[in-house]
């Protein structure tokens, strides 16, 4: 059974120590362009190992995050019907879709990528992954960006 993608809020003061250093590194990445992986995760005193195994799974939560763009990865399966779903689940959150690109299928499984504005009626961005993990067809889906 495919283990299923939860998100979880926490107080700053409740998350480990390593993680708020993945994030910090992550941010003087962003800032600070000439920066290595390497140079960042010296800087906050992590490995680059921690920073990899980390780095996709924690982000700075927004309490305003409308007008944000998010950008999310999916893999699914090549099915008639499942990228109208999953763009049906967008319309229903009220999710304003920017851009659009699905790989050609290899061996069955397609890559989409997929940007959307979060405006100020849009629903529960972690509710609208949530359902979109949940179709039948998708492998996973993953934020790979926030601004």
Same mark, same amino acid.
Request: glycine residues 4%; aromatic residues 6%; hydrophobic residues 40%.
């Given at each position: ?10 107080? @700053?003061?409740?998350?480990? =120590? ?5 994030? /910090? ?13 390497? =140079? ?22 927004? =309490? *305003? ?9 999916? @893999? ?11 763009? #049906? ?6 999710? *304003?879709?920017?851009?659009? #690109? ?5 061996? *069955? ?23 979109? /993990?949940?179709?039948?067809?998708? #492998? ?6 926030? /601004?």
């Amino acid at each position: 059974m495919e283990e299923q993608t939860k998100y979880f809020v926490l107080k @700053q003061k409740a998350v480990p =120590e390593v993680l708020l250093k993945v994030v /910090e590194a992550k941010r003087l990445i962003d800032s600070e362009r000439a920066l290595t992986i390497q =140079e960042a995760t010296e800087k906050v005193g992590i490995s680059r190992s921690s920073f990899y195994k980390y780095k996709d799974d924690i982000f700075p939560f927004y =309490e *305003n995050a409308k007008g944000r763009t998010i950008t999310m990865v999916l @893999q699914m399966d090549d099915e008639q019907g499942l990228l109208s779903d999953l763009l #049906h689940i967008v319309a229903v959150y009220r999710a *304003n879709i920017l851009t659009i #690109h699905q790989s050609i299928p290899v061996s *069955n499984v397609a890559t989409l990528t997929l940007s959307v504005e979060v405006r100020p009626d849009t629903g529960d961005i972690s509710g609208m992954v949530g359902e979109m /993990e949940r179709e039948t067809g998708v #492998h996973y889906v993953k934020i790979i960006a926030r /601004e």
